[in-house]
């Protein structure tokens, strides 16, 4: 049970940590410090999924000697994670009403 509800909590993370522009490695320390540790394995093709849906963009770049991918929210990224934002905390402030009542 708790995969699933973190499988679809990291979309919204991933969103979330790219307001600002980061490389994988980056955006997994990221993740990691907030508590959400992701493996390699399942952080690119997840990247890769969000660029084709249009809500990433990412271009290569030479840093510190090394080519790296950096990523960012596209506009349709913006708006999409300003939508699930709204949708996590409904679900959020439900969640919480429906649990306070059995205490």
């Known amino acids: ?3 699933e509800l973190r499988r679809g909590s990291l979309v919204l993370a991933v969103l979330g940590a790219l307001r600002e522009e980061r490389y994988g490695y ?3 320390q990221s ?3 907030a ?3 992701i493996d390699e394995g399942a ?3 997840l990247l890769r999924r969000l660029e084709a849906q249009g809500l990433l963009t990412s271009e290569w770049r030479e840093d510190a000697k090394r ?3 950096f990523y960012r929210l596209s506009s349709v990224g913006v708006e999409t994670l300003a939508q699930l ?3 996590w905390n409904a ?3 439900s969640i919480l009403r429906l649990t306070e009542k059995d205490k």
Do not use: A, C
Request: aromatic residues 4%.
């Open 1 to 3: 049970m708790r995969v």
């Open 26 to 28: 980056t955006l997994r």
């Open 31 to 33: 993740l990691e410090e």
């Open 35 to 37: 508590g959400l540790p």
């Open 43 to 45: 952080l690119y093709p």
């Open 67 to 69: 080519t790296k991918r």
């Open 85 to 87: 934002l709204g949708e």
């Open 91 to 93: 679900i959020s402030e």
